[in-house]
Each structure stands twice: as structure tokens, then as C-alpha cells.
């Protein structure tokens, strides 16, 4: 069994799969963009391949390097796991014994009747897709044959949080800090205004809110027009955001929808108590009560409480901190996303022209 990896850019997850199998003995070779997360570590190890331009759908430079791959290299499985590279790989397989395995990882909607989708994750020739949550799985279940579906949740590991060469301050002056990290640009669904309505309406005098990532034109209005103004810093797009949760009180989630959304995951590792809203994604993370408190989706009051709760209870912060790390090492570890990978990847191996039977970690599959 010989696998070609690609994706552009790995994040921590990707590069600890990769080096993980590798060390399992499963012949890998990534091929990325030559300054991908973990580039040197892999060709230092023989593992990497500087790939063509992947940004479009049909990249027949890229088409050519995979299929040259693919005869130097006798390739049995490619996983591409964005849809730029999953298009451009089917297309390089054309006429091989090559199965190509994909991933689906946002609840971003599938238009059935445009064609480019099926240039991609509806392509009947992707042999499996693997799901990053079972909101994503359930979702993908509406076209796809859910025995191409595989539920494998992303592992994360704490010290990925060293990875950030830049460090982000915190401008809080206050005696609590509460964080949101993403980019809600253009992203009404990741509930940034619900988030600074809810501050403003909780308007707890020893509590800021810092938020890291790109944000619509109206933010800066919302912020200034309420209670809490003073208290509302906008940090725009920071590399090295995540630092920020060395120095928080709080994280907050405030999304509509999610896949399985990494800055949660962070926010665990971290031991920081974290307020979401209940949506699947969110919910796959956190129990209520225990690794964190859920809140009603679009609902700043709900917000407000849960934020008021935590500022006014240490012993409760320190609590929900502590068990939602525990909840990320046992539920989401990358030990166990690399033997369910290598499990489908032994599968798709060895089917033929058979699609293989659903995956569904018997962890998640009680929903």
C-alpha cells in the first residue's frame, strides 16, 4: 500500500497523521506546497514533494505530477483532503487502479446540480470520505451512499499549541479575559454579533472580550454603540492567534454551524472553560455542564448568562477547564485517528472494484 497525501497546506492534525502512519510502516508521500506546516520534517524523512499550483478544480500541471507519481511510484491510494485536490486527483486516476479517498470537514452546503461538485466530493469514483463530525457525516448522508462514509474526528494534541512562531498579547487590562478566535468575514454563521451583543449585555465591569480574525464592516459600529464598548478589543487577522489562550479566562463560540471547529479543540487543550452554542459540531466537543456550557444558538441573553455565570464562579471555571481537556486527550486523540485512518486506508487497499463497508467509531455513533 502506497499513499500520496495532498492538501496544500497540512495543518498540525494532517502532519502528525502522516508521520504517524509513516512510522507504522505505511508508505507516505505528501505532496504540498513548499511551505506547508512540517515541510522540512517530511523531506527530511523522504516524505515530501513540492506539488504544482493546487487552487483550481482542473490544474493540469498538477494532473500531470500526480499521474507521474502515480506510475514512478506504483500510488494505490490517493487522500486529498481539500476539494481543489480531490478534483485534480480524480483526474490524474483516470484509467488507473488508483482509488482516491476524500474529506469532508465544513457543513458548507452541496449543490447537487452544479456540476462542479461532482468534479469532487460526488464524484462517484471517490472510493471513501472521511467525515470530521457526525453533523458533517449525517449532512453528507443526504447524496452520498453512507457506506462511503467514514466518522473520524480529527485528533489534537496540546502541544500543537507551541506550533505558532508568532506570540499574540493580550490588550485586556482587566481582571478577566474572554476570547473568540475566527474568521467571521463574510461568515454571518460563526455569530459574531450575537457574541458582542451578548457582551454588551452582560456588561460585566472586570471582563474584556478580545476577538482575533477578519470581521465585516458593521463590527466596529456594534462594538461602539453598546455598554461595553471599552472593553470589546478587535484584533483583526494575528497569526499566532491561539496564544491568546494562554492568558484566558473564557473562550467563546458563538457559530450557527460548525464542522468540528479547531478553535474549541485549542481552547481544551488549553484548559479553558469554554461557552458554545448547541449545534452539532460544538456538541460533539462539549457536554453541557461538564467540559463547558452550552447556549441556544442567535440567543445573546442565553450568552450573557453563561458568561456572567463563569465570571462570577472561579471554581467552576477551573472545573469545566480541567474536564474538557480530559474529554480532548480520551475522545478526539491523534492515536486514534491515525488507526482509524490506516483502517480505511487497509480496506480501500484491498476492496477491488467493492465499496467498502461504513466506519462509524462506535465513540460517536450513538447520536
Same mark, same amino acid.
Given at each position: 500500500?502506497?499513499?500520496?497525501? !495532498?492538501?496544500?497546506?497540512?495543518?498540525?492534525?494532517?502532519?502528525?497523521?502522516?508521520?504517524?502512519?509513516?512510522?507504522?510502516?505505511?508508505?507516505?508521500?505528501?505532496?504540498?506546497?513548499?511551505? !506547508?506546516?512540517?515541510?522540512?520534517?517530511?523531506?527530511?524523512?523522504?516524505?515530501?514533494?513540492?506539488?504544482?499550483?493546487?487552487?483550481?478544480?482542473?490544474?493540469?500541471?498538477?494532473?500531470?505530477?500526480?499521474?507521474?507519481?502515480?506510475?514512478?511510484?506504483?500510488?494505490?491510494?490517493?487522500?486529498?483532503?481539500?476539494?481543489?485536490?480531490?478534483?485534480?486527483?480524480?483526474?490524474?486516476?483516470?484509467?488507473?487502479?488508483?482509488?482516491?479517498?476524500?474529506?469532508?470537514?465544513?457543513?458548507?452546503?452541496?449543490?447537487?446540480?452544479?456540476?462542479?461538485?461532482?468534479?469532487?466530493?460526488?464524484?462517484?469514483?471517490?472510493?471513501?470520505?472521511?467525515?470530521?463530525?457526525?453533523?458533517?457525516?449525517?449532512?453528507?448522508?443526504?447524496?452520498?451512499?453512507?457506506?462511503?462514509?467514514?466518522?473520524?474526528?480529527?485528533?489534537?494534541?496540546?502541544?500543537?499549541?507551541?506550533?505558532?512562531?508568532?506570540?499574540?498579547?493580550?490588550?485586556?487590562?482587566?481582571?478577566?479575559?474572554?476570547?473568540?478566535?475566527?474568521?467571521?468575514?463574510?461568515?454571518?454563521?460563526?455569530?459574531?454579533?450575537?457574541?458582542?451583543?451578548?457582551?454588551?449585555?452582560?456588561?460585566?465591569?472586570?471582563?474584556?472580550?478580545?476577538?482575533?480574525?477578519?470581521?465585516?464592516?458593521?463590527?466596529?459600529?456594534?462594538?461602539?454603540?453598546?455598554?461595553?464598548?471599552?472593553?470589546?478589543?478587535?484584533?483583526?487577522?494575528?497569526?499566532?492567534?491561539?496564544?491568546?489562550?494562554? !492568558?484566558?479566562?473564557?473562550?467563546?463560540?458563538?457559530?450557527?454551524?460548525?464542522?468540528?471547529?479547531?478553535?474549541?479543540?485549542?481552547?481544551?487543550?488549553?484548559?479553558?472553560?469554554?461557552?458554545?452554542?448547541?449545534?452539532?459540531?460544538?456538541?460533539?466537543?462539549?457536554?453541557?455542564?461538564?467540559?463547558?456550557?452550552?447556549?441556544?444558538?442567535?440567543?445573546?441573553?442565553?450568552?450573557?448568562?453563561?458568561?456572567?455565570?463563569?465570571?462570577?464562579?472561579?471554581?467552576?471555571?477551573?472545573?469545566?477547564?480541567?474536564?474538557?481537556?480530559?474529554?480532548?486527550?480520551?475522545?478526539?486523540?491523534?492515536?486514534?485517528?491515525?488507526?482509524?485512518?490506516?483502517?480505511?486506508?487497509?480496506?480501500?487497499?484491498?476492496?477491488?472494484?467493492?465499496?467498502?463497508?461504513?466506519?462509524?467509531?462506535?465513540?460517536?455513533?450513538?447520536?
Amino acid at each position: 500500500m502506497r499513499v500520496l497525501f !495532498s492538501k496544500p497546506h497540512l495543518d498540525a492534525a494532517e502532519l502528525d497523521l502522516v508521520l504517524r502512519l509513516h512510522e507504522k510502516g505505511v508508505f507516505m508521500l505528501v505532496l504540498a506546497a513548499k511551505n !506547508s506546516l512540517g515541510h522540512q520534517q517530511l523531506a527530511a524523512k523522504g516524505l515530501f514533494i513540492e506539488s504544482a499550483t493546487i487552487k483550481g478544480k482542473l490544474q493540469p500541471r498538477l494532473i500531470a505530477q500526480m499521474r507521474g507519481l502515480i506510475r514512478a511510484l506504483n500510488i494505490s491510494i490517493i487522500h486529498a483532503t481539500d476539494s481543489a485536490s480531490l478534483s485534480n486527483a480524480l483526474f490524474a486516476t483516470l484509467f488507473t487502479r488508483t482509488r482516491v479517498i476524500g474529506y469532508r470537514g465544513t457543513l458548507s452546503r452541496i449543490r447537487r446540480l452544479d456540476p462542479t461538485y461532482w468534479l469532487g466530493i460526488l464524484n462517484p469514483r471517490v472510493r471513501k470520505i472521511f467525515c470530521v463530525s457526525s453533523s458533517v457525516h449525517d449532512y453528507l448522508a443526504k447524496f452520498i451512499d453512507p457506506q462511503k462514509l467514514v466518522l473520524n474526528p480529527k485528533g489534537f494534541d496540546r502541544d500543537w499549541l507551541e506550533f505558532s512562531v508568532t506570540q499574540v498579547q493580550s490588550p485586556s487590562r482587566t481582571r478577566l479575559t474572554a476570547v473568540f478566535i475566527g474568521n467571521a468575514r463574510n461568515r454571518p454563521y460563526k455569530g459574531l454579533d450575537s457574541l458582542i451583543r451578548a457582551f454588551h449585555i452582560a456588561n460585566h465591569p472586570e471582563c474584556s472580550l478580545v476577538i482575533a480574525g477578519a470581521y465585516d464592516d458593521h463590527i466596529p459600529t456594534l462594538v461602539a454603540e453598546g455598554a461595553a464598548a471599552q472593553r470589546i478589543h478587535l484584533l483583526g487577522q494575528k497569526p499566532g492567534a491561539a496564544s491568546l489562550l494562554r !492568558s484566558a479566562d473564557i473562550y467563546i463560540q458563538p457559530s450557527l454551524r460548525e464542522g468540528l471547529p479547531r478553535s474549541v479543540k485549542e481552547a481544551m487543550a488549553a484548559s479553558v472553560p469554554i461557552i458554545a452554542t448547541r449545534i452539532p459540531g460544538n456538541t460533539d466537543l462539549i457536554e453541557h455542564g461538564r467540559s463547558g456550557l452550552l447556549v441556544p444558538p442567535a440567543s445573546p441573553e442565553s450568552m450573557a448568562n453563561a458568561l456572567l455565570t463563569l465570571c462570577e464562579s472561579p471554581g467552576l471555571r477551573a472545573k469545566l477547564g480541567q474536564t474538557a481537556r480530559r474529554r480532548l486527550e480520551t475522545h478526539f486523540s491523534p492515536s486514534d485517528h491515525a488507526a482509524r485512518t490506516l483502517q480505511v486506508y487497509q480496506e480501500v487497499h484491498t476492496s477491488g472494484s467493492r465499496i467498502p463497508g461504513a466506519i462509524r467509531p462506535a465513540a460517536f455513533s450513538q447520536r
